[in-house]
């Protein structure tokens, strides 16, 4: 087990928008974490990332490297983009890991590729649309190789074409890597796709955890027959 | 209408004629105004990107009072500028007033607060969501204030060029802090005001025309810094 939540509480404005008693993440798989807005899915990543502390519990990181070596990335859900060029923002958190020059390049143009983003790599990233810059803030995010990796929602704004080479690049860096990526997502057939394991939240809460198959299948729980009920699996 | 006329007419001559003491107010006025924006800028800056990325307990008590200063009246500036620099004053001993320096002063203590303010308006509009990315991408403290400072460049210019158009129109401080001696401390503002008080209606005008286009031309110096960066 590499990263285990105990307690977490957020409370914001005296509303507790996340309570999670307990939570295990093991190394190298990859999380699905569902549920409809407002579940605390966001929330959930902030905290495990550390940009946000919670109001009570810990999370611990069993092997402590990881937060002592900056080993976590995390992609927010409302992309920004630098006023700068696609492969000047791709390169960026690498330059911080003192990787740089050509090195940072190649590595930075490798992972643009796989996201179908490497023609667009000296075009302004403030020229690009909505799923152009959430592909290109992946291959930011998934280029800096660190052993736990948060995605918010990273492909709600990209089409079919691009979901399809997303979800190959997040399963390439996780067999790569052995990274451990933990995701959100409205959809379950993603989810299912290419998921190890699924979290289902509601209202702050996670009500179930399992298989893909297992939790969609025959969901034990009331809330997750209500949120899968308008997907077909 | 023939006032004005004359104006524009008294105006080209007074540049054409290469009078000294003209040409002494433009430099005076281009010296004082550019370094009190510089200066102020410098102090400005980067007060505005660490309030406005900041979160402390009297953050909203500051922004209320460097709003409030944004108005501050000249005349008080220059009168403050004015006690502390004045002989019996706590900085008397340094013989800044009437002098060049002095009128420095006063202005970077007008324009200090409109620059921080507007910084920090721009800075509050973007540090939620330069944060978290740079968060996420394990960037360390000063080099996300360096972005920040990237991402926020064409406000925070603007900003400067709203310091420095506050600068060059003041006149209230530089009279009481400068005193308008002639070919020391006389720029174009009390230069005006000295004209139209000797009833010199048509000079008067003619620097209001000089100090407009001087005015214009740092502005569109400044706006092709702007469009570089």
Known sequence: MRVELKGIKKIYHDKVVLDIS?????????????????SGKTTLLKILSGIEKASEGLVHYLDMEMLQEKQIAYMPQKVY??????????????????ICGTEAE???????????MNSFSRKKARCLSGGEAQRVALARTLALGKELVLLDEPASATDIAGVDLVE?????VNEKNGSTIVFTTHNPSQAARIADEVIIMSGGRVVEKGKPSMVFNSPQNQETRDFLKSWRI | MREILNSFIEAFELIISLDKEIYGIILLTIVVTVLSTIVAAAL???????????????KRLLIRLINTLMGLPPVVAGLIVYLLLSRKGPLGDFALLFT???????????????????????????????RETCAGLGLGNIRTLFMLFHECRYPVMSAVMAGYGRAIAEVGAVMLVGGNIQYNTRVMTTAIVLETGKGNYDRALALGIILLALSFLVNWLLQHIQEDL
């Open chain 1, 106 to 116: 190649k590595l930075a143009m490798e992972a643009l590729e796989q996201v179908g």
């Open chain 1, 81 to 98: 983009m630098f006023d700068l060029t696609v492969l000047e923002n791709t390169v960026l958190g690498l330059k911080e890991r003192k």
């Open chain 2, 44 to 58: 400005a800056v980067p007060t505005g990107i660490i309030i406005g990325s900041s979160e402390f307990r009297a």
């Open chain 1, 22 to 38: 307990s939570l295990g993440l093991e190394k190298g798989k990859i999380y699905a974490v569902l549920g409809p807005n407002g």
């Open chain 2, 100 to 130: 060049p320096a002095a009128m420095v002063i006063a202005q970077v203590l007008i324009i200090l607060p409109i620059i921080t303010g507007i910084t920090i308006g721009a800075v509050k509009l973007k540090v939620k969501a330069i």
């Open chain 1, 168 to 172: 190959k690049y997040i399963c390439c």
